[in-house]
């Protein structure tokens, strides 16, 4: 095996790879787990200062095609294949009493393992953002190596909170500052990617002094309606609300608002999610520039915590770089970061074998027409 590890935000690694903010690090027990199993490093499940209740039934599903694509559901049925995730589930509804000394006692266990804890709070006035304050004492105090400051949490009503933060650039800054008042700690932010253009709120948080962005939170999304009982598939008493799309479906767009801001601030940390549950997927946004990545979805569907996903990660960096003769993620990181141009720049045809994209071999495109 070749050595994975890697330093980002100050923070040595293992490896590269972390589990997000999500059900496999809702609880010590599963990150316990998770790090015998191999996780460079953890995100917790969102941190908040005062107890959320859930909706009635389940948080999560996940969308299923058929092998043919003729059906895509939430019902779970044999022969389909993965498309997505879909989650209504707020932040933990543990309290932060319940985490601090859980904290403590997960680092005292695993002190080469990474843990950050990922917070929030409200911030329309002062006292909320000095309850921002308080989560990031409370959680350095007992131990974690870092925060990751929740501006993406999509399912929230309040218009100061989750990625209502994230879609206004002066609270990314001035939450971004509050925190780093206090913060001894790398202080890492996950904006949402449900905005226009992410650059803008990545220099905001950035000029707030963040050390790293992590991207991307789950998709507004809706479940779709089933055709006999034109209900929802998820809902409660007939009524749904905007939830999350995370797996497989949102890696492609995940990587587009990760190129923007890695091209936009070449220099600067990130941390990439969305789609990843191979070295693969997890390459694409090395390539783009992110020094590490994180894991939510393919966990979920692999014990809870993820231990075959994190072996097929570490198994499939390490026979890249033995592949390749790269002795370090640091030889590979943003190699394609350059390659994504405004579409101006890219090549037009100079020969008459061109058929303007209506080529044979182009999938999804009627023959082209023969023309003298
Ligand atoms: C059920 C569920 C709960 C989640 N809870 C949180 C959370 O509390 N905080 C957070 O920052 N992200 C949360 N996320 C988002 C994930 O951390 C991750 O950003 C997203 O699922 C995309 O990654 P994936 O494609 O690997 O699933 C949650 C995702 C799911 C599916």
Redesign the pocket.
């Known amino acids: 095996m070749r050595d994975l590890s890697t330093t980002f935000t100050r923070l040595r690694f293992e490896n590269p790879f972390l589990l997000?903010?999500?059900?496999p690090t809702?609880s010590d027990a599963n990150i316990l787990r998770a790090f015998d199993a191999g996780w460079g490093g953890v995100?917790t499940?969102?941190i908040g200062l005062h107890p959320v209740v859930n909706v009635k039934g389940p948080?999560?599903k996940f969308l299923r095609a058929d092998n043919e694509a003729t059906r895509l559901s939430m019902n779970k049925r044999p022969s389909t294949t993965l498309v997505?995730?879909?989650?209504?589930?707020?932040?933990?509804d543990k309290t932060i009493d319940w985490w601090l000394p859980r904290i403590e006692s997960i680092k005292k266990a695993h002190p080469t393992r990474i843990l950050i804890a990922?917070i929030?709070a409200g911030s329309g006035n002062d006292k909320e953002l000095h309850h921002w304050q308080e989560l990031t004492k409370g959680v350095q105090d007992a131990g974690a190596d870092g925060v990751?400051l929740?501006f993406?949490?999509p399912h929230m009503d309040r218009i100061d909170m989750g990625s209502n933060v994230g879609k206004d650039k002066v609270l990314c800054s001035v939450v971004t500052m509050a925190v780093k008042e206090v913060a001894r700690v790398p202080v890492w932010v996950?904006l949402t990617p449900a905005t226009a253009n992410i650059g803008e709120e990545a220099e905001a948080t950035f000029r707030g002094g963040a050390d790293a962005i992590?991207?991307?939170?789950?998709f507004p999304s809706l479940p779709p309606i089933d055709p006999e009982s034109l209900e929802f598939e998820m809902n409660v008493e007939g009524y749904v609300s905007s939830g999350?799309?995370?797996?497989?479906?949102?890696?492609p767009l995940?990587l587009a608002k990760m190129s923007e801001m890695t091209r936009r601030f070449p220099d600067k940390a990130f941390s990439g999610?969305?789609?990843?549950?191979t070295f693969e997927h997890a390459l694409s946004y090395f390539l783009l520039g992110c020094g590490t990545v994180?894991?939510?979805?393919?966990?979920?569907l692999d014990h809870a915590v993820g231990p075959n996903v994190i072996k097929m990660l570490t198994n499939g960096m390490s026979e890249f770089m033995e592949r390749r003769g790269f002795n370090s993620l640091e030889d590979f990181r943003g190699l394609r970061r350059d390659r994504v141009v405004a579409h101006s720049q890219i090549k037009r045809p100079e020969t008459r074998e061109y058929h303007g994209g209506y080529d044979e071999e182009h999938e999804g495109y009627a023959r082209p027409l023969v023309t003298a």
């Open positions: 997000a903010s999500a059900p809702e995100v499940k969102t948080k999560t997505a995730s879909w989650n209504w589930e707020l932040i933990s990922s929030m990751e929740n993406s949490c996950k992590s991207s991307s939170n789950t999350g799309l995370g797996g497989p479906a949102i890696l995940s999610i969305g789609g990843v549950s994180q894991v939510c979805t393919a966990a979920m």
